[in-house]
């Protein structure tokens, strides 16, 4: 058996933050151009006679980028897995998704099938996850190097760059050290590309007709197969069920989505305390996943850009926490901010859908008039429209620029309603500059805000000189752009490719 390579897109939520994490909200999420990948392939090429009798097989886990490998033996009875060695800690999210998508295997294969499945699970599995240097902060090896804070430093990295450790706690504290990341969703990008090339490795889904068709309903239900383990094994792993939004724009790219009801998850949870993942698995399966997702992407002409503040990222989970409890609080108020929220976070898609149809009907008029703007400032926009469509078009523009500042402005309230930093100070001051740069239409904090990361949506060409405006303000502009593929199989082990996809579908000023 070849070995099999898929990835997966990491994530930046632009609206939706907090709200998305209750149906029927909506949230608008970007796929990108920075992936996860995972290489499955066999442990062992000839199988020993006497195999047929283990009652285990062995997995072996390997993360290059932190010099970690691990190795686990896999009970082919009750699927637990056991930890056999390892240089350093353990990864729950590639664990749960290993026991998951065998037991998927296991519940879906054919009869007839069934011993070429044992076959391949008795000759161990080999796995390798690597993800593109996007996920990473390589802030402080730019700046120990002495370089500046650019794109093109970035780009200069080799490809699945070492990862640095986040510094030690300052009160001396000998902490587990966290890798700094930038927010792009790693685990569930990580979490999917595992499961999708378990999966196919496994011949439980066929992702390769991903290339031919689209829309053929086979590969949809492969599809939506991989998005189910793959959501079961992130939240198990996570030890709670999230909104699932950043694995499902890994799985099938930018979109606009509404969670799924969590209670289609409490077998699996259940599952935790020692219910066999065989019968939890059927009912996993069998599940109503109730989310919804509609195609959603940027309009034509306009850029995502990601900047990195250099504070490390904070981290998510505190925050959403310290905002249920404001809401259990402060019912009224809170209730009150969310559909104002909530409003803003509607106008905004508005006037983004209206973009893109305005582009499809009058693309003449819509390039030349986001050509004029991306070297002006938003207050000259309006006397740009020249043309009848135009005046529609800037209308939109002025719209969603208008969306977003009350979108900001109801996040930074129940920041400090809630006691925590959704948008601080620092953040307000910079995205206050950035959306006063030409050619700049929208900027945010992704997500649940914080610290770790900005935003900005950029028309035309403008995004290389917010790039370098971004590092006189001590910003480090990243490679990530919108990307809006979800999971794919890959060709070849991205070690082997020249040149990284990231580099060469950027082009830096």
């Avoid at 065998?102 to 391949?120: G, P, Y």
């Avoid at 008039?369 to 135009?390: D, M, V, Y």
Wanted: hydrophobic content about 40%.
């Amino acid at each position: 058996m070849e070995a099999v390579v898929a990835s997966a897109p990491g994530k930046v939520l632009l609206t939706g933050g907090y709200l998305i994490l209750e149906r029927p909200n909506a949230g608008l999420v970007l796929s990108t151009n920075s992936r996860f990948f995972a290489i499955v392939k066999p442990l062992y090429h000839q199988l020993k006679p006497d195999s047929w009798a283990w009652g285990w097989t062995d997995v072996k886990l390997t993360s290059p980028q932190l010099s970690r490998e691990s190795i686990y033996k896999l009970s082919l009875k009750n699927l637990s897995l056991e930890y056999v060695s390892s240089s350093d800690s353990k990864n729950p999210f590639v664990e749960q998704a290993v026991q998951y998508c065998v037991a998927a295997a296991r519940a879906t294969v054919d009869k007839n099938k069934k011993d070429s499945l044992e076959k391949l699970l008795l000759q161990g599995l080999d796995i390798t996850i690597l993800g593109s240097n996007d996920f990473y902060s390589y802030r402080n090896q730019i700046e120990a190097r002495g370089l500046p804070l650019t794109p093109d430093a970035l780009a200069a990295l080799p490809p699945f760059a070492s990862i640095t450790f986040n510094a030690e706690e300052s009160n001396g504290e000998n902490c587990k050290p966290e890798v700094a990341k930038t927010g792009l969703g790693s685990s569930a990008a990580m979490t999917t590309a595992v499961v999708a090339a378990l999966l196919h490795y496994l011949r439980v889904v066929d992702l390769s007709s991903v290339l031919e068709d689209h829309q053929h309903e086979k590969y949809t239900a492969d599809l939506d197969l991989v998005h189910v383990i793959a959501q079961t094994a992130h939240c198990i792993a996570q030890g709670k069920v999230g909104s699932g939004f950043d694995v499902s724009s890994a799985v099938y790219g930018s979109q606009r989505y509404v969670r799924f009801s969590p209670e289609v998850l409490s077998s699996a949870q259940v599952a935790v305390k020692g219910t066999p993942l065989q019968e939890v698995i059927l009912e996993i399966l069998k599940g109503t996943w109730d989310h919804e997702r509609t195609k959603f992407s940027l309009p034509p002409l306009m850029t995502l850009l990601l900047g990195e503040p250099g504070t490390g990222g904070s981290s998510t989970p505190s925050m959403v926490g310290a905002v249920k409890k404001w809401q259990k609080a402060d019912p009224q108020k809170s209730l009150e901010t969310w559909r104002k929220l909530s409003e803003a976070n509607s106008a905004l898609e508005t006037q983004l859908s209206t973009l893109s149809k305005l582009a499809e009907q009058h693309w003449d008029e819509y390039e030349s008039l986001i050509k004029s703007c991306s070297i002006l400032k938003s207050e000259k926009w309006i006397h740009q429209a020249a043309k009848p469509n135009q005046e529609a078009i800037t209308k939109a523009l002025l719209g969603a620029r208008d969306a977003m500042l009350r979108i900001r402005y109801h996040m930074h309230q129940m920041g400090e309603a809630a006691g925590v930093p959704i948008e601080p100070e620092s953040q307000t001051s910079l995205l206050d500059a950035t959306m006063n740069m030409e050619g700049v239409l929208l900027a945010g904090v992704p997500g649940a805000g914080g610290f770790d990361a900005v935003f900005a949506v950029t028309l035309g060409d403008s995004g290389s000189h917010v790039a370098s405006s971004w590092s006189s303000f001590n910003v480090l502009a990243l490679l990530v752009r919108e990307d809006p593929h979800g999971v794919s199989l890959e060709s070849a082990d991205p070690r082997t490719k020249e040149i990284t996809s990231s580099i060469s579908s950027v082009h830096i000023e």
